[in-house]
T-cell receptor
Framework: TQLLEQSPQFLSIQEGENLTVYCNSSSVFSSLQWYRQEPGEGPVLLVTVVTGGEVKKLKRLTFQFGDARKDSSLHITAAQPGDTGLYLCAGRNYGGSQGNLIFGKGTKLSVKP | EAGVAQSPRYKIIEKRQSVAFWCNPISGHATLYWYQQILGQGPKLLIQFQNNGVVDDSQLPKDRFSAERLKGVDSTLKIQPAKLEDSAVYLC???????????FGQGTRLTVV
């Protein structure tokens, strides 16, 4: 069974601080996606990383895929209250149904003004 | 472009009752997914359709859950009979094809009492 472990589970910080959340697995994924989910809404895709060692930036968010394609990190610089939400990583299988995403439990981020 | 539509938004039922959820995917999207998201966890895939055919239903509890997508567009997910542990948010998502970006609906929050 493929599992994605996310840490920390909860994070409460002040506006302006930096943070990093992690997504780890013992399995190799063909790609990994990061989503943000707000209360009462479905997850919204932030980024997809495909190549081992890949780094992608989305404004103040930096995503990195591990060299072995087993782990990923999300770094937020100068967090803002609008960044508050549940951050989910999801790995896509190599074999079987390529559409099957395996989600982690998420990191619940709260940014206080 | 309209997003993925789901109804109802909320449902409260007693255990052993039946319930059905409806999903209208984004126009032209061939792939449709149903996910179950229990509080504090990431979404778990229940079933995946490609047009009106089932691609993956390995995690669907088939003794009580059923889903159909008869004309390859709208889909319904049914639970009969419901158990307390079925309390969750049921998310529908669609993508243009298998492996493409999935867009999620707002979900249906089910409470079984």
């Amino acid at each position: 069974t493929q599992l994605l472990e996310q840490s920390p589970q909860f994070l409460s910080i002040q506006e302006g601080e930096n943070l990093t959340v992690y997504c780890n697995s013992s399995s190799v994924f063909s790609s990994l996606q990061w989503y943000r989910q707000e209360p009462g809404e479905g997850p919204v895709l932030l980024v997809t990383v495909v190549t081992g060692g890949e780094v992608k930036k989305l404004k103040r968010l930096t995503f990195q895929f591990g060299d072995a394609r087993k782990d990923s990190s999300l770094h937020i610089t100068a967090a803002q209250p609008g960044d508050t939400g549940l951050y989910l990583c999801a790995g896509r299988n190599y074999g079987g149904s390529q559409g099957n995403l395996i989600f982690g439990k998420g990191t619940k981020l709260s940014v206080k003004p | 472009e309209a997003g993925v539509a789901q109804s109802p938004r909320y449902k409260i039922i007693e255990k052993r009752q039946s319930v059905a959820f409806w999903c209208n995917p984004i126009s032209g999207h061939a792939t449709l997914y149903w996910y179950q998201q229990i509080l504090g966890q990431g979404p778990k895939l229940l079933i995946q359709f490609q047009n009106n055919g089932v691609v993956d239903d390995s995690q669907l509890p088939k003794d009580r859950f059923s889903a159909e997508r008869l004309k390859g567009v709208d889909s319904t997910l049914k639970i009969q009979p419901a158990k307390l542990e079925d309390s969750a948010v049921y998310l529908c998502a669609s993508s243009f094809r298998i492996g493409a970006e999935a867009f999620f609906g707002q979900g249906t929050r089910l409470t079984v009492v």
